[in-house]
Each structure stands twice: as C-alpha cells, then as structure tokens.
C-alpha cells in the first residue's frame, strides 16, 4: 500500500470470473459508492468493463480520485500492471494498470486477487490493532493460495509467489495437479477440489460436513482427508509467517461456523500431540473473512 494518495479518494475493483465490482473509498476506509456488472470476455471487454464499473462506483466524484486499485485472477505483476491468463475471461496478456490508467487518466495499480482481499479482511477483521503486525488470508477458491499482509502491506516476495502454498507438494495421494507436479495442496484442500472429491453437493462442503457429523463413512473419510490437507497448510502458513490472525477465505469459507469447527477440530486433534503446536494456539488466530462486504474490491483500493 502507498501512502502517497493517502488523502484522496481511492477506487478498488474486484475481477471475477462472473463480475466485476467496485467501490468507492474514503481516506480512512469508508465505502461511499459501490457498483457491480456482469464480467465479458476478451481483452477489449475486460478493459471497458474495469472502466465503466469504476466510474459507476465514483459517480460525480470521479475527478476527485487519486488511485484505482484492480484485484484480478491471473498471473499479475504488481509492479508493471501486466496481467497473464485470466483464463475465465479469454484473456492471455494484458497490460491492465497502464491501460486504465490510459483510459481515466487515474494512477492504477494492479494485485492478484487473492492479495487485494487479504488487505480487504485484514483491514475489516485487524481490530484495535487495526492493520499492524503480520495478518494472513488463507484463500480456498478454485486454487488455494495466501496473501500477507504485514503492518498494511502485502508481502509479494522476490518474484511475486510469497503465499502460493497451494503448489507445495506434500499431499499423500498424489493427485496430479494442474501445474504439473503430484500431490499439490490443493489438489485437496480448495474449492474446486471439494467439488471433485464431493460431486454429491453443491456447494459441497456445507453437506460433506453434515454428512460426516452424521457418521456416514464415505463422508467421514473424504472430510477428514480435506482436513488434513487444510490443516497442514495453515500449519505451513503460520509456521513461515508467524501470522497475528488467519483469515479463511474463497467460496469454501461461506460454508461458515460449521467449516471453522471442523478445521479447529483437526487443529486440536494435532495439538494434542505436540507442545510447540499446542503453544502456537492457532484456533484462536483463525477467523472467517466478512461475506456481507466487497472485500476484494476494497482491498483493492486500499492496495493502491
Ligand atoms: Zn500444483
């Protein structure tokens, strides 16, 4: 996050395979417009959409904002604006920050969507502490991945992969991944991986859970192996990253209360085994990132 438009109106936009959806946010947080469309695809659709909900969010007040902030799916290079394989968009290269900023006049900065909604919660669930200290988003959507977000700025590494636990391949069924290697994390703990391994549901994981409490053995078998492999990675994300809180995001974590009772059940099952997990006392550092609000698209803003 800079701090050089610090006193001006920001705008954030989140892009989604389905829509896109902006916000308009005051210096200090506040959401003063808001607008939302249907996603188009192809390079040409994606630009005039980001454009057209953006200056719908400001309204009147477009010349008064400093920064656009974009949050998209994609390989995204936060320092030139690029954007690679937004595969549900049509769109294989894009240079989305200076295309923007072409098209409203407007400084852009662009984040990969996962980042830009770990500064959204972060700054909605930081609590007194608000933004300080070190505070993770533990993302299950299609992949899983992290952002971290350390005294309000995102932690992206020498080449843009911190937080890309997904890919760590210490899985025990080998499943191959899309990326190539056997055994990828989230090959089993994402959203999309739930849908495979739990095709009875949809959304599957609210039934897997109700199925499992119910003692039936396939859904007791499915859910625990999902379990291990959520657990091992929020084991990996605390233990690199030492996080404050750990906020479970992305379709799955709609699943709510019952999702964080079985993670805290698998968390606890490990803790009884080990001292220094018990001493970490991660259950008390998870929460549930907020479903009422745009969190991507105000993270987005505050990226900017
Ligand atoms: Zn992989």
């Not at 390079?43 to 974009?70: C, K, P, T, W």
């Not at 394989?85 to 072409?102: F, H, K, T």
Request: contains cysteine; glycine residues 12%.
């Amino acid at each position: 996050m800079s701090t050089n438009n610090a006193n001006g109106l920001r705008i954030g936009v989140d892009v989604g395979g389905t829509k896109i959806e902006a916000v308009l946010v005051s210096p200090d947080g506040r959401v003063l417009g808001q607008a939302r469309i249907a996603a188009r695809r192809g390079n040409q659709a994606v630009l005039e959409d980001i454009e057209s909900v953006a200056r719908q969010a400001a309204g009147e007040r477009f010349a008064e904002v400093a920064a656009i902030g974009i949050g998209t799916p994609g390989q995204v290079n936060a320092d030139t604006g690029h954007v690679g394989d937004i595969v549900n968009l049509d769109v294989v290269s894009m240079d989305m920050g200076p295309e923007i900023a072409q098209r409203t006049g407007v400084d852009t900065h662009v984040e990969n969507d996962v980042n830009a909604a770990a500064v959204g919660a972060a700054a909605l669930l930081g609590g007194a502490e608000g933004l300080t200290g070190t505070i993770a988003l533990l993302n299950f959507g299609t992949g899983l991945a992290a952002g971290i977000v350390q005294d309000g700025v995102l932690l992206h590494g020498y080449s843009g992969a911190a937080g890309e636990i997904g890919h760590v391949p210490v899985e025990p069924h080998r499943f191959k991944c899309p990326c190539g290697q056997y055994g990828c994390l989230e090959t089993v703990a994402s959203g999309a991986s739930v849908a495979r391994l739990w095709p009875h549901a949809d959304p599957p994981m609210p039934d897997l859970i109700r199925r499992a409490i119910r003692r039936e053995a396939e859904a007791v078998d499915t859910l625990d192996m999902v379990m291990r492999a959520i657990g091992d990675a929020i084991q990996i994300l605390a233990q690199s990253v030492d996080p404050r809180l750990i906020i479970l995001g992305g379709g799955m974590a709609k699943t709510g209360e019952p999702l964080l009772e079985v993670i805290n059940a698998e968390l606890h099952r490990r803790e009884a085994q080990c001292h220094f997990l018990e001493s970490l006392n991660l259950p008390a550092r998870l929460r549930l990132a907020p479903v009422e609000q745009p969190v991507g698209a105000i993270g987005a803003a505050l990226a900017a």
